[in-house]
């Protein structure tokens, strides 16, 4: 239903490395507290519930969507793999109040660069919850996902996922 979303299926063969976009306790996607995420209704993924609020690239690719309200963003790796990242639940009533973007469509980013920050404290206090999944939203160009880490704390950067794309 939600398979590519953002943009036109690549011819890929590969796999990748995610590395962790936030600092904090890795979980599940299956523990995200909205069944969009927690039944995979857009893919498969993870969460982490981030400890400060720097949300970093988990991926070299190109950023294809930055949400108006600046609550996720969406990056297309190399490999053809779409990436969204959706900081905390029910953000988006924010209308963008705590969140600062520091890329813009179509810039080239690498894995650890600086995509939004986020004032934790408001995010408590104003939505749902800080926990921030990400999705891969193009299922069918990947053939596999593996997790070395399935859940614990996370630093920024830190391998979380592979991603073996279809051949």
Request: negative net charge; hydrophobic residues 45%; charged residues 25%.
């Amino acid at each position: 239903m939600f398979k590519n979303l953002f943009g036109k299926k690549e011819d890929v063969s590969k796999t990748i490395e995610l590395k962790a976009y936030a600092t904090g306790k890795l979980v599940s996607i299956e523990e995200v507290p909205d069944p969009v995420f927690s039944e995979k209704m857009m893919g498969e993924g993870v969460a982490i519930i981030p400890s400060e609020g720097k949300i970093y690239a988990p991926i070299e690719g190109e950023v294809v969507r930055v949400f108006p309200r600046k609550h996720a963003v969406v990056i297309r790796a190399q490999n053809g793999a779409e990436i969204l990242i959706h900081i905390g639940l029910e953000t988006v009533s924010m209308k963008g109040e705590g969140f600062t973007t520091h890329v813009t469509e179509g810039k080239k980013v690498k894995a650890g660069d600086l995509l939004v920050t986020v004032d934790l404290n408001l995010v408590k206090e104003k939505a749902k919850d800080i926990i921030t999944p990400l999705v891969i939203t193009n299922a069918d160009v990947i053939e596999h996902v593996e997790k070395p880490i399935s859940s614990g704390n996370v630093t920024a950067s830190e391998q979380i996922i592979l991603l073996v794309t279809a051949k």
